[in-house]
């Protein structure tokens, strides 16, 4: 009987924090964006770095946003016309124009490492 409720209570525990993580997931792609905005506006010539942070945080968690909203809906979520399909399309293409994903984390590595020098 102990060994249950632990078990049950183990599950609470970590559903509990994948919905801290979760919730907080859009929190980091705001604060990196506002981040961004402020380190231009204290005068910063460039903020390569600070942009390619800011779109790869905030377009990956739309994409994973988005791809729960489909699971969410199963088949409903891929029909053409559906809002959901309409958004997943949408944030699709957010992740590759101005730079793929794979490209903004090799423009945040190269700038760290310029940086090093």
Same mark, same amino acid.
């Given at each position: 009987?102990?060994?249950?409720?632990?078990?049950?209570? #183990?599950?609470? *525990? /970590? #559903? #509990?924090? $994948?919905?801290?993580? /979760? $919730?907080?997931?859009? *929190?980091?792609?705001?604060?990196?964006?506002?981040?961004?905005?402020?380190?231009? !506006?204290?005068?910063? @010539?460039?903020?390569? =770095?600070?942009? $390619?942070?800011?779109?790869?945080?905030? &377009? @990956?968690? $739309? %994409?994973?946003?988005? !791809?729960? #909203? /489909?699971?969410?809906?199963?088949? %409903?979520?891929?029909?053409?016309?559906? &809002?959901?399909?309409?958004?997943?399309?949408? *944030?699709?293409?957010? =992740?590759?124009?101005?730079?793929?994903?794979?490209?903004?984390?090799?423009?945040?590595?190269? &700038?760290?490492?310029?940086?090093?020098?």
């Amino acid at each position: 009987m102990y060994e249950a409720f632990l078990a049950a209570w #183990a599950i609470l *525990v /970590v #559903a #509990a924090i $994948a919905a801290a993580l /979760v $919730a907080s997931i859009p *929190v980091i792609g705001w604060l990196l964006v506002r981040h961004a905005a402020w380190t231009k !506006d204290q005068g910063a @010539e460039r903020i390569t =770095r600070e942009a $390619a942070m800011a779109k790869l945080a905030a &377009t @990956e968690m $739309a %994409q994973r946003v988005v !791809d729960r #909203a /489909v699971q969410l809906h199963g088949g %409903q979520g891929v029909m053409r016309g559906s &809002t959901v399909e309409r958004l997943y399309r949408e *944030v699709r293409s957010l =992740r590759i124009y101005e730079g793929t994903s794979e490209i903004q984390k090799l423009v945040i590595a190269g &700038t760290i490492l310029k940086e090093k020098k």
